[in-house]
């Protein structure tokens, strides 16, 4: 287990629902409801900032049960939350459903993933090594 600081500026602060949830739940931070008419997104803050440990991210999720029931996902998603970022952490929300979608202060919103990352060491080559699948595009298995 990590230890992760966070800064409350205002609402409530993420948890795990769960014994064995994934994520943390990422709560509205609102000062007035808001209204997302079928088609249009919004910046929804969370009232929160986080400080990670240096090799770590937290990925913002959509939630299933607002995708399934609503149409309403996030964009950017999954967002990343960079170990070094210390602003307060927003849910770019967009309504695809066919009724306008009331965000009100404390509506769970989005998840709170938090993961170990590696950086890379890029190594430009004049040629790639072959492999089964090749230059086969998106969808395509090689097969």
Known sequence: MIKVLVKRLRGTLPRYMTAHSA?????????KEVTLPPGERCLIPTGIAI?????????????SGLALK???TLLNTPGTVDADYRGEIGCIMINL??????VR????????IINQVDR??????E?????????????????
Do not use: K
């Open 51 to 63: 400080a990670l440990p240096e090799g770590y991210e937290a990925q913002v999720r959509p939630r």
């Open 105 to 112: 202060d404390g509506d769970r919103i989005a998840q709170l």
């Open 120 to 125: 890379a060491e890029l190594q430009e080559v």
């Open 97 to 102: 459903g066919n009724e306008p979608f009331v």
């Open 70 to 72: 609503h149409g309403v």
């Open 23 to 31: 994520g943390m739940d990422l709560f509205a931070s609102l000062e």
């Open 127 to 143: 040629e790639l090594p072959e492999s089964t699948r090749g230059e086969g595009g998106f969808g395509h298995t090689g097969q």
